[in-house]
């Protein structure tokens, strides 16, 4: 009898113990359990760039500056406009380079009786460079350097004629007005030149076209 209860209690123990190991199913009365998180990761692709637009080049001279120079402006407003020290000739006040080489020159030229009425118009001179030499160029492309057609093509109002000075000779013009000041453009080709080889603008252009000094 004794060995009897012996056996049933160590076999209770075992099943005690077999019970305390096994999983237990979850109740269905808990619900669902609770999903773990989920990470997402979202790549973003780098916006296309799309095609490069071209970037017109900026004008050299127009109808009312050369460079950052401005018709109107004094000596001294376009040092500071130039960023470089310019006046005018020392013997002749009025007018003086604001862009030269040995080869090639850009004056400016002032009222000769009153300096400080500022530039009346800008004169580039091709000088002794040659035709197709690189020359400022305008909002259209042409300057000294272009040949009449392409002077007419870019300004088809443009008025052909023909000027004579005591100093230049015999010099076709373009004359070009601005719609919108009271400058204009006058391209001039010397007799026997193919190309534009000097040019003046601004309100004063295309008056007198040498011994702007001592005049005549």
């Not at 237990?24 to 009365?29: E, I, Q, V, W």
């Not at 013997?91 to 380079?97: I, K, L, R, V």
Request: aromatic share 10%.
């Amino acid at each position: 009898m004794k060995n009897v209860t012996i056996y049933a209690l160590v076999g209770l123990a075992a099943a005690v113990t077999l019970t305390a190991c096994s999983p237990t199913d979850p109740d269905p009365s808990d619900g669902p359990g609770t999903p773990a998180p989920v990470v997402t990761v979202v790549v973003t692709a780098e916006p296309s760039a799309g095609p490069v637009e071209p970037v017109a080049p900026s004008a050299d001279y127009g109808f009312t500056f050369f460079e950052e120079a401005q018709i109107g402006a004094t000596w001294d407003q376009m040092s500071a406009q130039l960023n470089m020290p310019v006046a005018g000739i020392e013997e002749c006040p009025w007018f003086g380079a604001v862009w030269n080489t040995e080869i090639a020159t850009t004056y400016a030229f002032t009222d000769s009786r009153d300096t400080s009425n500022g530039v009346s118009f800008f004169y580039t001179n091709r000088f002794l460079a040659a035709d197709g030499a690189p020359f400022p160029r305008n909002a259209e492309g042409v300057g000294v350097g272009s040949t009449q057609a392409a002077v007419l093509a870019a300004h088809p109002s443009g008025v052909v004629g023909t000027w004579e000075d005591l100093g230049a000779g015999t010099l076709t013009t373009i004359t070009v007005e601005d719609p919108d000041s009271d400058s204009k453009y006058v391209f001039a080709i010397s007799d026997g030149s193919a190309v534009v080889d000097l040019l003046q603008w601004g309100p004063g252009a295309g008056t007198q076209w040498s011994h702007l000094c001592g005049g005549f």
